[in-house]
């Protein structure tokens, strides 16, 4: 048990530079269509980066007559312009694991869908709210008891997914894949429940301004990754799969073209 017990550390420290070296790899492809979403991605969040804080500093200053004065959507919000987006790319991604997962039959990244679309239905509809209210009203909970058990029943649900995803893993290297999305899903949970209880605690201390940038931009900028990275193991995959066929077609043309020698001799 004990040695097996340190094949285990040894593997998942063995994993760790192979898990670097996909995360690089997920994120820089030498493709033309990854090249296009990872700039068009960027821009629109360096764009919206740019209103939010447009927008702040006219709320500051009560400049009236500034156009984005007063323009909530144009804050960190639910239903806000960069949450929608943030809620665009965890749509994508959903469906780039889901489709990857039909497509090479590895069924660990249903997972990961289905991760992605409860982390969707909580950030868009608050689902975990939802929860906590329906606890309030059939069993007197308190609201914040509420709200704490509507947090731990979306986690809980999580955690059993990747679970479930994990056990059906075949080889190092999907292995170290799926560990690259657990980390950012580690630091979107990160942005999106640590930032916000550190928020909560020291806030008033604090530029609103710059820790909202901080804990929403992060996550915004967490889900980006994501999505690029699902898309750029697709990339990967793809050309794999070309370079495959392509061997396979030159070996079965030479074999060909020595079959054909043969019978000329």
Known sequence: MYAATLDKISLLVNLIPQCLRQARDFLIVPDRLHRWCAIVIASVIFILVGFFVAYAYAEKYNLVD??????????FIDGGYPELFGYALEIVACALFAS??????????????????????DDAFRSHETIGQSFTVWFGVSPVGGDLIGFAITGILSAVLWCAGIVKVNSEEDLSAYFVFTMYYALMIFFGVGADAIHGLFGDNMSQTVFTLFEDGGELVTAAIICLSALGMWLREKQRTINILEKYAVSKQDNHGASATRKTF
């Open 66 to 75: 500034n156009f984005f004065y007063g323009k909530l959507q144009f804050s």
């Open 100 to 121: 990857f997962a039909w497509v090479h039959a590895k069924k660990q990244w249903y997972a990961w869908a289905t991760i992605l679309f409860v982390t969707f239905l």
